[in-house]
């Protein structure tokens, strides 16, 4: 069974910068793609970003060119690098695996919250 264990949440002053880490153990068999998805309040769980293990990525528009998702499949990794961060971005952060012909993964969540 996998899990995923996710780490890195926390406050931030908007401009600032945060690292989120998740890590999964278990059976990677038909990995399709990691990524992040984030839930603010009162609001639906969107997809901020994915990875495939082929290094393919995906982005919501909303944070092109300020968050990065990178991978280490030897390690079963996945971070989500987010700079300039603005206080729309403040929600409940939460990682996601995906296996072909299989139900998603997710991961417990982390809170980011961006304000002064």
């Known amino acids: 069974q996998v899990q995923l264990v996710e780490s890195g949440g926390g406050l931030v002053q908007p401009g600032g910068s945060l690292r989120l880490s998740c890590a999964a153990s278990?059976?990677?068999?038909?990995?399709?793609?990691m990524g992040w998805y984030r839930q603010a309040p009162g609001k639906v769980r969107e997809l901020v970003a994915a990875?495939?293990?082929?290094?393919?990525?995906n982005y919501a528009y909303s944070v092109k060119g300020r968050f990065t998702i990178s991978n280490d499949n030897a390690k079963n990794t996945v971070w989500l690098q987010m700079n300039s961060l603005k206080p729309e971005d403040t929600a409940v952060y939460y990682c996601?695996?995906?296996?072909?012909?299989?139900?998603?993964?997710w991961g417990q969540g982390t809170l980011v919250t961006v304000s002064s």
């Open positions: 996601n695996l995906q296996r072909v012909g299989v139900s998603a993964v």
């Open positions: 990875i495939t293990p082929g290094g393919r990525t």
């Open positions: 278990g059976s990677m068999f038909n990995l399709n793609s």
